[in-house]
Every structure is written in C-alpha cells, then in structure tokens.
C-alpha cells in the first residue's frame, strides 16, 4: 500500500509542480530560485540553514551565489569566464553543469572519486593536487566550489591550479570558511571522522578555512577578488536567497560565503 501511494506521487508531481508554481505566479512569491525559476514563500531548509535549499534543482546559497556572479557581475560574468572557453569543473554541481557545459567551448569535468561521493559522466577521475597528466596553461577557467577543505595539501593544489591555467586565466573557488575565524584551522593528524567533523564541520573535512585563504590563493602567484552577496542589491539578495535568512548559531556555521575570482 505505501509503495503504491509513492508510485501515485511521484506521477503526480510534475502536475503538482505545475500547479503550484501556478498559484506563486498568480498569488505572489517572496522567494524565486536565480538557478531553476522556483517559486515560493520560502525554501526548503537543511541542518544548516533555515529556508535555504531549493526543492527544485536543490542548490544551496553558495550554488545561487555562484550563478548571480555567473549572470549578473560586470566583470565575473559566464560570458568573459566560460562562453567559448576551455573549462575544467571539479565536482560539477549538477544544478548549473548542463548550462556551463553549453557555454564552453571545451568542457571537462573532474573529480578524485572517493567513497560516499558520485558524479556521473566525469571526464577525469583526478586529485586537484597532482594534476601532471594535465599540461601547462591548458584551462581558460577553473572551478572548485568547496573542494580544497577534502585535500591533504591544498597550497599544491592552488599551485596545481595556477599552472593548468593559461594566462590570463581564471579559478573560480569557494571554501567553507567558519563565521569570524582569521586563521585557517588544520589537523591532518585527526583521522576519527567524528573528531574531524566536529572540529572542521563535516567527517571527511581535513580543515576549516579562516580569512587567510585569501593568502593561499595569492601565494599561488594569483591575483583575487572577492565576491559576496555585498555586491548584489538587497532585494537580489532577499527574493534569490543568497545569503541566509536567518543566520545558524551552529558553532561551525560558514553563514558569510564568499567566491574567490583567482587571476593568473
């Protein structure tokens, strides 16, 4: 009986959908999805974050951030970033993949596969830190949203980074980066998952990132900018959910994401 009733609404959700996104077109939404269109008062919430996850396509604040940078920013655009580019995409998030991929000239995507994770059709299964069957100055772009907190040495996979690059090229990166802390915290000495994730926020994080990433990054021969939701409007902001509605107490928040722009 119960495998029948999922069988009924999982037929039944497209009509749903169509249905209520309807009544939010019709009726008035507060909030709108940048990445799928998704309408609604609020959003879907996680353990982190209240209201802060799309039912739709799923993306998070970081992944709606990300695409307003993509779509709105005069100068980190997907046009001057990724239009006719050779892009290389480290755990391509499946919610904008499709639409990067259409835009690049060349597109490949990445991972280094370990348990617990899965992303079909990757391209390389590669360690962001050893990338040598990679050629020098290969990449016009390069992203990796919330990769380098899983990677033993992430100062050779910046340096990895820079030198796929071509000149004048461009990582787009982001780390989670715990409320308020200056300075990178790292152990790679903790092993027990629990202690890992009690001490950097998730059991297969080596680090929590601080306000010194930025020195990571530039250490790596890379200029950077900075983006926030700072850089959008308040109504942007507010109506896509780009930054929390309600800021999480939880000790290893990462509330103020930010994407890192690096040059070669």
């Excluded at 996104?21 to 609020?42: D, P, T």
């Excluded at 380098?148 to 990166?173: F, M, T, W």
Aim: with cysteine; aromatic share 12%; charged share 25%.
């Amino acid at each position: 009986m119960i495998a029948t009733l999922k069988k009924i609404k999982r037929s039944l959700s497209p009509l749903y959908y169509r249905l209520h996104q309807l009544y939010f077109s019709l009726a008035g939404h507060r909030v709108q999805c940048n990445i799928c269109g998704y309408k609604a008062n609020h959003l879907q919430s996680d353990v982190w974050h209240a209201h802060s996850i799309c039912p739709r396509c799923e993306s998070s604040i970081r992944q709606r951030l990300l695409w307003a940078c993509l779509s709105e920013h005069q100068k980190f655009n997907h046009t001057n970033l990724i239009q006719n580019k050779a892009v290389l995409h480290f755990a391509p998030e499946k919610c904008f993949r499709d639409f990067i991929k259409d835009k690049a000239a060349i597109y490949h995507s990445a991972d280094f596969f370990a348990e617990g994770y899965h992303y079909p059709n990757i391209t390389y299964n590669l360690d962001i830190s050893n990338m040598q069957s990679i050629a020098d100055n290969t990449y016009d772009c390069l992203i990796a949203c919330d990769v380098l907190e899983h990677v033993n040495n992430d100062q050779k996979a910046l340096s990895e980074i820079s030198r796929v690059l071509k000149p004048n090229g461009v990582c787009i990166l982001t780390v989670p980066q715990k409320d308020h802390l200056e300075i990178t915290d790292e152990d790679l000495s903790i092993t027990d998952p629990k202690e890992r994730e009690k001490r950097f926020g998730q059991s297969d994080h080596l680090r929590i990132y601080g306000f010194d990433f930025l020195n990571k990054i530039q250490s790596a021969g890379l200029q950077c900018d900075i983006v926030d939701e700072q850089y959008f409007g308040k109504d942007y902001v507010k109506k896509h959910v780009i930054f929390p509605e309600i800021l999480s107490n939880h000790p290893m928040a990462t509330n103020y994401r930010k994407f890192y722009f690096g040059k070669k």
